[in-house]
């Protein structure tokens, strides 16, 4: 049964919903867009923006923060309609470099573009001199106008280079990397914290070589905004999300939430509070040719790490969990 919204919804609610169906449905509204270009009459102007598209490397540089975009009110609306609130464990020094390590994945890692890309919980307040980069697929800055967007919240490539290029600019300049991955949202459904970690060793070999300390994040809240069908190992479902994967360097969980006159039915996300606690950071010895010892140790400290913030907050954040954490690959 499909509940639907009653008509005298507070102005305040229906200003939240809209803020999250924007950034819903920006990608499609910007790709159409784009299509308008493809009129004759404006071909030099997409002629012009082609060329931008390919030329530009900010992407790679660390994004271009537009201000007035990160801290627009659309954002603090945003984060109002789960919420989404930044919770910090340990002060973080602003003349050090990080690597964030966000857990979970969830269906698009709601929590860590929500707290880290835009102000709506204050990243610059809770974390003062930290120039903080959410990280995502190069793919996205394939995508028209979408990708100027995500530059201006300051959200950059997750490629090698990119992270190398950020943790070079100079003291405060850090990057937040959602681990787990595409592989990851597979596993992401109401109630259960099932993380993709056992092998994901570059960020850790990253660090090591650019003595960027390693600050485990989770996000409580962060599986339970969607629901999915159910696609385990050994189905049809799982295998043609595979294939995509391996294709197109993401995947497609079968999910779905709210709507934005329902309750029950859509592809907005549902009212769940969404809680990013940012754990102890992991100091790290700055090598050039971190051996796999040295790797294998840094992974197992931060494993532990990222155990023990989970088991500190779970009964804080958690209380309806249906499963513990634990790593399935």
């Known amino acids: 049964m499909v509940r639907i919204a009653p008509i005298n919804i507070p102005l305040r609610r229906r200003r939240q919903t809209t803020a999250v169906a924007f950034w819903v449905y920006l990608l499609p509204l910007c790709l159409g867009c784009f299509l308008i270009l493809l009129i ?124 190398e290029n950020i943790l070079r600019k100079g003291p405060g300049h850090s990057c937040m990397i959602v681990v787990g991955g595409a592989t990851e949202s597979l596993s992401a459904f109401p109630g259960t914290n099932d993380l993709v970690l056992k092998k994901r060793v ?4 990253l660090s ?64 769940r509070p969404i809680v990013v606690v940012v754990g102890k950071p992991i100091e790290v010895e700055k090598m050039e040719n971190p051996t796999e010892e040295d790797i294998k140790k840094y992974h197992d400290l931060y494993i532990k790490s990222l155990e023990d913030l989970y088991n500190q907050y779970k009964d804080v954040y958690a209380k309806e969990r249906v499963s513990e954490l634990r790593f399935i690959a």
């Open 202 to 205: 570059g960020f850790v070999k």
């Open 40 to 163: 004759p009459t404006l071909w030099p102007l997409l002629a012009m923006y082609l060329a931008w598209l390919y030329l530009d490397d900010a992407p790679s540089t660390g994004g271009r923060s537009w201000e007035f975009w990160r801290r627009s009110k659309i954002w603090k609306w945003y984060c109002e309609f789960f919420p989404v609130a930044l919770v910090k464990t340990e002060e973080l020094d602003p003349s050090k470099n990080y690597i964030f390590g966000y857990h979970p994945h969830g269906i698009i890692a709601v929590g860590a573009f929500a707290a880290i890309a835009t102000e709506g919980a204050n990243v610059s307040e809770v974390f003062p001199g930290l120039n903080i980069r959410l990280l995502t697929l190069d793919t996205n800055f394939k995508l028209p106008f979408y990708r100027d967007l995500l530059l201006g919240l300051r959200v950059a490539s997750v490629s090698r280079r990119s992270c």
């Open 208 to 271: 090591l070589k650019t003595g960027a300390s390693l600050v485990p994040v989770f996000g409580f809240g962060e599986n339970d905004i969607f629901d999915q069908v159910a696609s385990g190992p050994g189905t049809k479902v799982r295998h043609v999300q595979s294939r995509i994967q391996q294709i197109f360097g993401f995947t497609v969980p079968l999910f779905y939430g709210r709507g934005i006159f329902n309750y029950d039915l859509g592809i907005l996300p549902h009212r």
